[in-house]
């Protein structure tokens, strides 16, 4: 084992925690940084979700993740700062201060996984895990100009992630290149017992730039009604250089889009309210004033616990879940769900992987957005492959008013190789 030398200056609040020392071994990953999102648990190191319900909360064992990467050589370097529980577009709902964007300190990283981007756009870590529920892994690398890959569902184990929407997120990895994301997915996949919805699709793969011949479709929905203009323009600039390679592009239509968003909003508030009823003041967390019934102390802790915004999923998802309401949301928003799935299913019988913007706007500045409503638009773009569990990668194409812009390719579950070559096949078109 050697110790890893990084640097400790925390100029962007990346980190809610930092390890002193990071012990690197022999592997994969040898002699290589790595953050962890601070909602993946570390044995012995603190992981709080970016909440001070469970701030100071040590972890007796580690995620499958973790173990993988500490397997592979990798040292951990530290935690890193999020919106709380995974609730957010920019890392600002934090109980630990904002994160700030390397490229622009005024704007905000993206989120939830903004701490894991920043540490990478930074140079502080050469690759990081995040999580991504609805884009949170996507959104961050957009933004900050680094590239982000959100597997298929139940490629990467869950186990040791602290849940908040069961059924759509996902670990993945962030890193500056493409090669990276590739070579970290390697350490990543494989079937994890502990995790009821692992499948055994092991990642084992040199990505190819040769995409000539491959169908790009480019749904018309993904340029609609919300996104700027302007990033329109740089992401169309970044399909036409696929184009250039060999590429078919091939206009088509996602009507489902319509509904994604709603559905998404209920289903991951829906399983929020259930996951995070464990945070009672008994089992994590500080400890409850054993003086006060149970009921008292139980709104006392979640009161003073929660942040603002965890505590508006929570309610919206009691209330989609409550008798005579669980019809008219819940169940509508399964529906809505499956048409998408459907809307995907019919699209990828027509072309290999799907492609358009990640963000529909560049990085906003700090504090910009205080209306949540406009906050959820945000995620338009990148909710759909969540809903229907697919792999989707965000790799940088260019700038806009002097700030990142993210091309998104999406493909067939389980053909995270081909989404890969895709962005592989960009970022060399780009680089020579």
């Not at 540490?119 to 529920?133: K, N």
């Not at 759909?384 to 260019?398: R, T």
Request: glycine fraction near 10%; hydrophobic fraction near 35%.
């Amino acid at each position: 084992m050697a110790t890893l030398t990084f640097t400790r200056d925390d100029r962007y609040n990346a980190f809610i925690t930092m390890l002193d020392n990071a012990e690197t071994g022999p592997g994969k990953l040898s002699g290589i940084g790595i953050a962890i999102k601070d909602n993946i648990s570390t044995r012995g190191i603190q992981t709080t979700c970016a909440s001070r319900i469970l701030e100071g909360y040590l972890p007796p064992y580690d995620a499958h993740v973790v173990t993988l990467v500490k397997k592979a050589g990798a040292g951990i370097v530290g935690k890193t700062n999020m919106d709380e529980f995974g609730m957010g577009t920019t890392t600002e709902n934090s109980a630990f201060g904002p994160t700030k964007n390397p490229a622009d300190t005024s704007r905000v990283p993206g989120g939830s996984s903004g701490g894991s981007a920043a540490a990478v756009a930074s140079g502080m870590v050469r690759m990081a895990l995040g999580t991504d529920t609805g884009g949170s892994i996507r959104c961050p690398a957009a933004f900050c100009g680094i590239v982000g890959h959100k597997p298929t569902y139940g490629r990467v184990s869950r186990y040791g992630l602290v849940a908040y929407a069961n059924s759509l997120e996902q670990i993945g990895p962030m890193a500056r290149t493409v090669s990276d994301i590739s070579l970290l997915m390697e350490v990543l996949t494989g079937y994890d017992p502990r995790d009821s919805t692992s499948v055994n699709c092991p990642y084992a793969h040199i990505p190819d730039p040769d995409i000539r011949g491959l169908k790009i479709g480019v749904p018309e929905e993904y340029f609609g009604e919300g996104v700027d203009p302007r990033v329109a323009s740089v992401v169309w600039d970044g399909i036409s250089l696929l184009e250039r390679k060999g590429a078919d592009i091939i206009t088509c239509r996602m009507p489902s889009m319509a509904y994604a968003l709603a559905a998404y909003y209920v289903t991951c508030t829906s399983e929020a309210s259930s996951n995070l009823a464990r945070f009672d003041g008994v089992r994590y967390g500080p400890p409850a004033d054993t003086r006060q019934t149970w009921h008292e102390s139980f709104q006392e802790r979640r009161r003073d616990g929660f942040g603002t915004e965890v505590k508006r999923r929570i309610m919206l998802g009691t209330f989609a879940l409550s008798s005579g309401y669980y019809g008219k949301y819940y169940a509508k928003a399964q529906a809505a769900r499956q048409q998408v799935r459907n809307d995907f299913l019919r699209l990828f019988r027509e072309v290999d992987v799907i492609a358009g913007p990640t963000m529909p706007t560049v990085a906003f500045r700090i504090g910009e957005k205080t209306d949540p409503l406009s906050m959820y638009l945000s995620d338009i773009l990148t909710v759909p492959a969540n809903l229907a569990g697919i792999p989707a990668i965000s790799v940088p194409c260019g700038t806009s008013e002097g700030l990142p812009v993210g091309l998104q390719i999406m493909g067939p579950h389980f053909r995270d190789e081909r989404v890969i070559d895709v962005a592989y096949a960009f970022e060399q078109g780009v680089s020579r």
